[in-house]
């Protein structure tokens, strides 16, 4: 599986973003996704997760919204309501079973988006 990551930018705080990760593949239907982040100087950390159901970080509980589109081999990241605290590079992730909140758990990688919220 390729995970092709895209939408990062720069957003004021208080705006929106959405971001899409495309995966190659035929059986997209049968991969948990995800979504971690990574701030400078910070290890990376869960964002979202959608398999049957979706969950989050308690960070971004309520403003954040995964969602996933099978028939288009993409899962989406909507982000609202950004604070400066978001900004890092947001990374798309992949495994084929469960879901989990843990990077190690995850095969499959994108390269990465670089979302910068500034107060």
């Known amino acids: 599986v390729q995970l092709q990551a895209s939408g990062g930018g720069s957003v004021q705080a208080g705006g929106s973003l959405r971001l899409s990760c495309a995966a190659s593949?035929?059986?997209?239907?049968?991969?948990?996704m995800a979504w971690f982040r990574q701030a400078p100087g910070n290890e990376r950390e869960f964002v979202a997760v959608i398999g049957d159901t979706a969950d989050y970080a308690n960070s971004v509980k309520g403003r954040f919204t995964i969602s996933r589109d099978n028939a288009k081999n993409t899962v989406y990241l909507q982000m609202n309501t950004l604070k400066p605290d978001d900004t890092a590079v947001y990374f798309c992730?992949?495994?084929?079973?469960?879901?989990?909140?843990?990077?190690?758990?995850?095969?499959?990688w994108g390269q990465g988006t670089l979302v910068t919220v500034s107060s």
């Open positions: 593949g035929r059986t997209f239907s049968n991969y948990c």
């Open positions: 992730a992949a495994r084929s079973g469960g879901c989990g909140t843990y990077t190690w758990l995850y095969d499959y």
